[in-house]
């Protein structure tokens, strides 16, 4: 079984790939889904087994690439594999440059899944990198920044590498890093728990400052969040309102791949929000690499 020549031409635009037994195979392009009439058999799916060991999680990487496999067993033989075909956009966050270079304390990256949040993250990482190098510790929740194997993807240059795999394992890693290893700054992909609050806020009263991504399609959407209301101890909100400064002050809204709404202090970004106002952001395009000026309800429709 090969699937390779199936999108070789295209491999640019591939986000994922689905291999199932007995069923065609799926790809998922940057702006098409195709199936191709390929139905692979149990004995073809028992080459992706030799791929390596697969974690409990179900998920297994390929050494020194982005790549990560997803895996469901039928019967204790592999039935379902998907392939999320991840990539490093060097360049994506050189608009954003002349934040980051200034950035003193913190930054939070924002959007909704799939809007390109780790995709930035990587490229976010290699311009701090320049200035901070090995005392920039990128925490990987799920190893998806830099890769799942033991060997890491090229990018990771001089950061400091903290391979994770299991999100359930981020508060003790995250806090064994502040421990034991000093860091100036610390990357945390996807805040999604109260744990992952509790270790940030501990970092931060270790004088760390934090890179992180959040679910949100907007800074309201984030303010209002009510899910285990994970964000509030980050943005210092209770029931009444702001209670203090947000955890990191530059907030990048990402709106789709290098399209972002950079704001340059969070903490009275938030304010607005909670005063029923529209904080103001400047708007910054990859494709344009000109910013300008424009409130945030005009930009999340």
């Given amino acids: 079984m090969s699937v390779q020549p199936l999108v070789r031409d295209r491999i640019r635009d591939v986000e994922e790939i689905r291999i ?12 098409a889904h195709i199936f191709y009439p390929f139905e692979p058999t149990m004995e073809d799916m028992k080459v992706l087994d030799s791929l390596g060991a697969w974690r409990d999680d179900g998920r297994l990487g390929m050494e020194g690439t982005l790549h990560r496999f997803g895996r469901m067993d039928t019967a204790q033989q592999t039935s379902l594999v998907t392939v999320r075909v991840a990539k490093a956009f060097v360049g994506l966050a050189e608009p954003l440059r002349p934040w980051l270079e200034k950035a003193q304390d913190g930054v939070i990256i924002i ?8 995709a930035l993250l990587r490229d976010v990482n290699r311009i701090l990198g320049e200035r901070l190098a ?20 090229s990018i990771t240059d001089w950061l400091s590498r903290v391979p994770i795999g299991d999100p359930k394992l981020q508060l003790s890693k995250l806090n064994m890093v502040v ?12 805040v999604s728990s109260p744990d992952d609050a509790r270790a940030i806020g501990y970092a931060r009263s270790r004088g760390v400052r934090v890179v992180m991504t959040w679910h949100a399609g907007s800074l309201a959407s984030a303010y209002q969040e009510s899910e285990e209301r994970t964000l509030w101890s980050l943005i210092k909100r209770n029931e009444e309102g702001i ?6 002050q530059l907030g990048i809204l990402v709106r789709g791949r290098g399209e972002y709404v950079v704001f340059e202090n969070l903490t009275e970004a938030f304010a607005s929000v909670a005063a029923g106002n529209l904080p103001l952001g400047v708007q910054v ?3 344009q690499d000109t910013p300008w000026e424009n409130r945030e309800q005009a930009l999340s429709g």
């Fill in 111 to 118: 959007g909704l899944p799939g809007a390109g949040k780790t």
């Fill in 20 to 31: 199932q037994a007995f069923s065609p195979i799926e790809v998922l392009y940057r702006h």
């Fill in 134 to 153: 090995g005392r920039l510790f990128v925490c990987d929740s799920s190893n998806e920044i830099l890769g799942d194997g033991i060997q890491p993807h």
């Fill in 243 to 248: 209670t203090g400064p947000c955890v990191a």
């Fill in 285 to 287: 395009s990859v494709a």
């Fill in 179 to 190: 421990k034991n290893f000093q860091p100036r700054w610390m990357v945390v992909d996807e």
